[in-house]
């Protein structure tokens, strides 16, 4: 049964006349959303923002329908579009994990979603996609067919998109928001601090944010110290602090880092190699630090870097690359590196590789992955 007030209209359900409210008037609109992309935080409020738009919360149970995309099918969506809403501006039919969706099914809603009256609205949601050889998986989104045709009759909403230094400025602006928010000033350098351990992702950076926010109590300022004493330190940066105390000649303090860093882990036998990689990658991002300055660099924006000497950094990691994602991160590699000479360095290269092949198994009688890298952080603090 079609019961709406206003004027009449044709229904696509039953092909009778009824009358359409004030708020489904309008001749053209938004008919289907795609809300895709890697930041499922930013996913999420979009979602919320769509349904409060679209939807009485009185009247939710009438006026939408939810799906998950294992079991939704084209028919099944298209009938939900096709009943008029009873007290909300649209019925809308919500599928999550859209991508899940039968293939055959997909296309199938691709060819049919033209049809929607302009009365329904479809909200399809995929999760961040899953990445490999740095393209996505197959299955990870909806198909293409289904993405074309929501563009011409809607909208597609990818979140997450900010790349290198405008991610790590959106990541900024949004950590400062939930502290202004809560009535908070942070401190800029425990601004700073607090980006460096928790990232860009919205959502942890939601709920690290509610931890300082309730350690600060009373307090209206966010301190260095609150975000040390809250935020745990990424396994980045004590290698980083390992460094720092190789570099000091300080055995002791290299090798409390590095015990830190096997104490967060599982298992030593998966831990040492990861702990292995974190360091070279370490060794790696200082020397082209070391080489960059040495023949006059001093801005790292690729743009102001001579050709000639970007052919020179390797592709992974790329110093470059890093410091566009993450421009934070040039105090802390250049404070390392200018406690290592470049014969240090080198040296370190090598007992690293050496580490390395003693990991394998390629060389050396010590099988036992923490006593070989607490040998290798021993060596380089020499």
């Given at each position: 049964?079609?019961?709406?007030?206003?004027?009449?209209?044709?229904?696509?359900?039953?092909?009778?006349?009824?009358?359409?409210?004030?708020?489904?008037?309008?001749?053209?609109?938004?008919?289907?959303?795609?809300?895709?992309?890697?930041?499922?935080?930013?996913?999420?409020?979009?979602?919320?923002?769509?349904?409060?738009?679209?939807?009485?919360?009185?009247?939710?149970?009438?006026?939408?329908?939810?799906?998950?995309?294992?079991?939704?099918?084209?028919?099944?969506?298209?009938?939900?579009?096709?009943?008029?809403?009873?007290?909300?501006p649209r019925r809308v039919v919500l599928v999550k994990y859209a991508n899940r969706m039968d293939e055959s099914e997909q296309k199938k809603l691709a060819s049919l979603l033209p049809q929607t009256p302009n009365a329904g609205c479809l909200i399809l949601v995929t999760p961040a996609a899953e990445i490999k050889d740095g393209k996505p998986r197959?299955?990870?989104?909806?198909?293409?067919?289904?993405s074309r045709v929501i563009r011409k009759i809607g909208e597609v909403i990818k979140t997450g998109q900010e790349k290198g230094a405008a991610k790590t400025t959106a990541a900024r602006q949004f950590a400062q928001s939930l502290f202004s928010d809560a009535g908070k000033k942070i401190d800029p350098r425990a601004l700073s601090d607090f980006l460096?351990?928790?990232?860009?992702?919205?959502?942890?950076?939601?709920?690290?944010?509610?931890?300082?926010?309730?350690?600060?109590?009373?307090?209206?300022?966010?301190?260095?110290?609150?975000?040390?004493?809250?935020?745990?330190?990424?396994?980045?940066?004590?290698?980083?602090?390992?460094?720092?105390?190789?570099?000091?000649?300080?055995?002791?303090?290299?090798?409390?880092?590095?015990?830190?860093?096997?104490?967060?882990?599982?298992?030593?036998?998966?831990?040492?190699?990861?702990?292995?990689?974190?360091?070279?990658?370490?060794?790696?991002?200082?020397?082209?630090?070391?080489?960059?300055?040495?023949?006059?660099?001093?801005?790292?924006?690729?743009?102001?870097?001579?050709?000639?000497?970007?052919?020179?950094?390797?592709?992974?990691?790329?110093?470059?690359?890093?410091?566009?994602?993450?421009?934070?991160?040039?105090?802390?590699?250049?404070?390392?590196?200018?406690?290592?000479?470049?014969?240090?360095?080198?040296?370190?290269?090598?007992?690293?590789?050496?580490?390395?092949?003693?990991?394998?198994?390629?060389?050396?009688?010590?099988?036992?992955?923490?006593?070989?890298?607490?040998?290798?952080?021993?060596?380089?603090?020499?």
């Amino acid at each position: 049964t079609c019961i709406l007030m206003g004027l009449p209209i044709r229904c696509a359900t039953c092909d009778n006349s009824h009358a359409m409210s004030p708020a489904a008037k309008t001749s053209k609109q938004t008919r289907a959303y795609l809300l895709t992309g890697d930041d499922d935080f930013s996913k999420q409020r979009k979602l919320e923002a769509l349904l409060a738009e679209l939807i009485d919360p009185d009247f939710a149970d009438f006026d939408l329908e939810r799906m998950e995309g294992d079991t939704a099918a084209a028919d099944r969506i298209m009938a939900g579009l096709g009943i008029p809403p009873f007290s909300s501006p649209r019925r809308v039919v919500l599928v999550k994990y859209a991508n899940r969706m039968d293939e055959s099914e997909q296309k199938k809603l691709a060819s049919l979603l033209p049809q929607t009256p302009n009365a329904g609205c479809l909200i399809l949601v995929t999760p961040a996609a899953e990445i490999k050889d740095g393209k996505p998986r197959k299955g990870s989104e909806v198909v293409a067919d289904v993405s074309r045709v929501i563009r011409k009759i809607g909208e597609v909403i990818k979140t997450g998109q900010e790349k290198g230094a405008a991610k790590t400025t959106a990541a900024r602006q949004f950590a400062q928001s939930l502290f202004s928010d809560a009535g908070k000033k942070i401190d800029p350098r425990a601004l700073s601090d607090f980006l460096q351990r928790v990232g860009s992702d919205h959502l942890l950076l939601t709920s690290e944010a509610a931890k300082l926010i309730n350690y600060a109590g009373d307090s209206t300022a966010i301190k260095p110290s609150d975000v040390a004493f809250v935020t745990s330190e990424t396994p980045e940066e004590k290698v980083f602090k390992m460094v720092d105390a190789v570099g000091a000649h300080k055995p002791a303090e290299a090798m409390r880092y590095l015990n830190e860093l096997f104490d967060a882990g599982d298992q030593s036998a998966a831990d040492a190699p990861k702990v292995l990689a974190n360091l070279a990658r370490t060794f790696r991002l200082m020397w082209q630090y070391k080489m960059l300055s040495g023949r006059g660099v001093r801005n790292f924006n690729k743009g102001s870097v001579p050709a000639e000497l970007q052919a020179l950094l390797p592709s992974n990691p790329n110093l470059l690359d890093v410091l566009s994602r993450q421009a934070w991160q040039e105090r802390r590699i250049q404070a390392s590196a200018s406690r290592l000479s470049q014969e240090q360095l080198i040296r370190g290269f090598d007992a690293i590789a050496r580490a390395d092949a003693m990991l394998k198994g390629i060389e050396g009688g010590i099988q036992e992955p923490r006593m070989i890298m607490e040998l290798l952080v021993l060596e380089l603090a020499k």
